[in-house]
């Protein structure tokens, strides 16, 4: 199964303060664990939701808003993407990672195209699976 | 520039966990997707599951505490994401204007940190882990 882990933001997140180097180290040693282990596939920081934009959808037409968003406690600050083989080894993970106090994360399953049943017909699944192998290459 | 494109759909947090899909808007967002990657922007996307099949994990008791989803107190949450890489924010946003979404999906667009963007000291603390792209984790792909 395959989990997305989303960082959520706080009030030093959202001000660009960054993170010490012993957390940065420590963090980096979290994550080659991770990846010995096989289960890492990718993660990445985001810049605050100040330098960010929205576009909200309606009647065909889409309306652009910039950052900052609120509330905080919402927004997201960065991810791993991890593949264990269940819910309850995605947060055995997570506890070990090195943050501190104040820090939230939120664990989400991946969607797999057996997900989507009928609403994904053979054809439409042969398209996704080859244009997920075209953007790994690049 | 790498951002991400997160979409949020209204009510999602409060969403079951079996979720009925339309046919057209799957085969329509489909279509967003093959037009992404034809211009070779798109790196890679993915959707989530609801959040009342999810978890969240606390620190800021010092101890890791796990909650199990729905979140009660989440007014937004995020249904899944493209990854692009572009030359601007405003073609991001160009991007995501396209996007086939319905009236009560929003995308919001953020640009991924890379190595450069932070001083020597930051880069020296993170340069035992290798990253493909000088972002913060390291891709398998």
Redesign the interface.
Same mark, same amino acid.
């Given at each position: 199964m395959k989990f997305m882990v989303i960082v959520k933001a706080n009030k030093d997140t959202e001000a660009g303060v960054m993170p010490s180097t012993e957390l940065l180290a420590a963090m980096g040693k979290f994550n080659e664990e991770m990846v010995k282990a096989g289960v890492m596939q990718a993660g990445e920081g985001l810049h605050p939701t100040n330098k960010g934009a929205r576009v909200k959808y309606a009647g065909g037409q889409s309306t652009v808003s910039h950052g900052p968003f609120s509330p905080t406690g919402d927004l997201v600050c960065g991810f791993w993407l991890i593949e264990t083989k269940s819910l309850d080894e995605a947060i055995g993970w997570m506890k070990r990672a090195p943050f501190d106090g104040g820090s939230e994360i939120e664990i989400r399953q991946v969607f797999a195209a057996e997900d989507f049943g009928e609403a994904l017909t053979p054809e439409l699944r042969e398209r996704e699976e080859r244009l997920r192998a075209q953007a790994a290459k690049k | 520039m790498?951002f991400?494109m997160?979409m949020i759909p209204q009510g999602y947090e409060s969403a079951p966990a079996k979720l009925d899909?339309?046919?057209e808007r799957?085969?329509a967002m489909?279509r967003y997707?093959?037009a992404l990657?034809d211009a070779?922007v798109?790196?890679?996307?993915?959707?989530?599951?609801p959040?009342a099949? =999810?978890?969240?994990?606390?620190?800021?008791? =010092?101890l890791?505490v796990?909650t199990d989803g729905p979140?009660t107190?989440?007014?937004?949450?995020?249904g899944?994401?493209w990854?692009i890489?572009v030359a601007s924010?405003a073609e991001?946003?160009a991007w995501?204007?396209k996007?086939p979404?319905?009236?009560n999906?929003?995308?919001?667009?953020?640009?991924?940190?890379e190595m450069g963007?932070?001083?020597e000291?930051?880069q020296q603390?993170?340069a035992?882990?290798e990253h493909p792209q000088g972002?913060? =984790?390291?891709?398998?792909?």
């Open positions: - | 790498r991400m997160l899909l339309d046919p799957v085969a489909m997707n093959q990657k070779g798109l790196i890679t996307l993915e959707g989530l599951h959040p099949t =999810g978890a969240r994990v606390r620190f800021d008791s =010092g890791p796990v979140f107190e989440a007014k937004e949450v995020i899944g994401f990854m890489d924010r991001a946003i995501a204007k996007c979404a319905s009236a999906e929003m995308i919001e667009i953020r640009q991924v940190q963007d932070f001083s000291e930051v603390a993170a035992t882990f972002g913060w =984790g390291k891709a398998l792909r």
